[in-house]
């Protein structure tokens, strides 16, 4: 069985701080992706970015990066310089390649308020 | 391009009742997929239709089904409502399936009372 595990359930920052949420999973496959999605309050999920678990660089763009490491199973986000705009709630998630189709676990998400 | 439409957006249904969600994927998608979010449990995965055929399904109850259409439309249906049915019902959809990225829409919100 897969696990996703969003430790922190909600940041308060000040506008232009940078900010990391964690992300931490569990899977016994050897073949998976990992993703970020953000749900601003008009309810719908917004894909951010999908990695599988071959590739461990980091990525960025624009003010996102995000930082996956096998060793921790974690896949780390940062927004660098927050803006109000990036207040939402943002959901880690897991699916793996093993006839399980597009079945995402998700992570109990970081709702991220940004203040101005 | 449309994106993924559910209708409808917000209905209010009581107990013992019967409910049906509909979801138009993106033109082209195969896959549509369903998801519950509650407060309590969070977003979970109801099941996966691929080409009209169930490809995996959540660990929910049989009063939770659903089917999609030759034209990718799917529908899902909850049966004999509880109150702990109250949610926002996700529908998301893709051209293949098997760890895809997913377009989301904007969810139906049903109200058990």
């Known amino acids: 069985a897969q696990k996703v595990t969003q430790a922190q359930t909600e940041i308060s920052v000040v506008e232009k701080e940078d900010v990391t949420l964690d992300c931490v999973y569990e899977t016994r496959d050897t073949t998976y992706y990992l993703f970020w999605y953000k749900q601003p309050p008009s309810g719908e999920l917004v894909f951010l970015i999908r990695?599988?678990?071959?590739?461990?660089q980091n990525e960025i763009s624009g003010r996102y990066s995000w930082n996956f490491q096998k060793s921790t199973s974690s896949f780390n986000f940062t927004i660098t310089a927050s803006q109000v705009v990036d207040s939402a709630v943002y959901f880690c998630a897991l699916s793996v390649l093993n006839n399980a189709g597009n079945m995402l676990t998700f992570g109990g998400g970081t709702r991220l308020m940004v203040k101005p | 391009k449309a994106g993924v439409t559910q209708t409808p957006r917000y209905l209010i249904k009581t107990r013992g009742q019967q409910v049906t969600l509909s979801c138009s994927p993106i033109s082209g998608h195969r896959s549509v997929s369903w998801y519950q979010q509650t407060p309590g449990q969070g977003l979970q995965f109801l099941f996966e239709?691929?080409?009209?055929?169930?490809?995996n399904k959540g660990n929910f109850p049989g009063r939770f089904s659903g089917r999609q259409f030759s034209n990718s439309r799917s529908e899902m249906n909850v049966s004999t409502l509880e109150l702990g049915d109250s949610a926002l019902y996700l529908c998301?959809?893709?051209?293949?399936?098997?760890?895809?990225?997913?377009?989301f829409g904007a969810g139906s919100r049903l109200t058990v009372l």
């Open positions: 239709y691929f080409s009209e055929t169930q490809r």
């Open positions: 990695r599988n678990s071959f590739d461990e």
């Open positions: 998301a959809s893709s051209y293949n399936s098997g760890a895809n990225v997913l377009t």
